[in-house]
């Protein structure tokens, strides 16, 4: 009788250890998802049903969050805690923003948000020589020509060529080979063309879209790893493709 009762203790006792194990796995989990990730990456855990920084962000005078709504980040559905980390669905600030919360990230931060998803780029980036190994940190970073915020859905003033101008050529640093210049000023205008072409109600076809998409990577390709011998060989293979692609479109 004795040895019957010690077993149903010793047997309460490893349910209660293993209910206690779950509980606490599950209560793991359910912190993780609500701290949200600064490194989240695409197939990162991190959810939010309720966003409340798009509720609180929107009401301020830049208005980040309408900015945000129209990039492509946006469109895709990624939150604002997927590159900032802290709390979405947080409805006071002291706790959406806490955790690995970064609201002004500095450039090595930005090169880390966007490096969890963009890997490949950021490998090539760093390779480059806005990256010199001897500072271990970058001269530009991917929000400086991309955007914060806007990323997909630059201002219709943006120019890659004039971006780029606005340090090559000026003082100490060499102007831009005049063919890599030219595809940029043509890829400007590719973009010209689309825009237009939308504002008529005229969207682009899956096709065109794709074209334009590996158009861009092709550019990528040279201005990540500022590669810009291997740019001058592609140069006018880009060039052709742009040209006509801007002819379809029109």
Not at 43 to 52: E, M
Not at 59 to 73: G, W
Not at 115 to 134: D, I, N, V, Y
């Amino acid at each position: 009788m004795v040895k019957a009762n010690g077993r149903r203790m010793q047997y309460i006792v490893l349910l209660a250890g293993v209910a206690i194990g779950v509980l606490a796995w599950t209560s793991s989990l359910t912190a993780y998802s609500l701290e949200g990730n600064v490194h989240a990456g695409a197939g990162s855990p991190v959810s939010q049903a309720v966003d409340n920084c798009v509720a609180c962000h929107e009401k301020r005078s830049d208005d980040p969050a309408s900015l945000f709504k129209n990039s492509t980040h946006g469109r895709t559905k990624k939150t604002c805690s997927s590159c900032h980390g802290g709390d979405g669905s947080a409805s006071d600030k002291a706790s959406a923003h806490s955790g690995r919360f970064i609201g002004e990230p500095s450039s090595n931060d930005v090169l880390a948000m966007c490096g969890a998803c963009h890997q490949t780029a950021l490998a090539a980036f760093k390779t480059s020589r806005h990256f010199p190994e001897h500072r271990g940190s970058s001269r530009v970073d991917c929000v400086r020509c991309h955007g914060a915020h806007t990323v997909g859905s630059p201002s219709r003033s943006f120019s890659f060529a004039s971006y780029c101008a606005g340090c090559h050529g000026l003082e100490y640093l060499p102007g831009l080979p005049v063919e890599i210049q030219k595809t940029l000023s043509m890829l400007d205008d590719l973009s010209d063309a689309i825009r237009g072409s939308e504002s008529k109600g005229r969207a682009l076809p899956a096709e065109q879209l794709q074209r334009r998409k590996e158009i861009r990577r092709s550019i990528a390709d040279i201005v990540h790893p500022t590669d810009l011998k291997g740019g001058l060989l592609k140069a006018a293979e880009v060039q052709e493709r742009i040209r006509d692609l801007s002819q379809a479109v029109k």
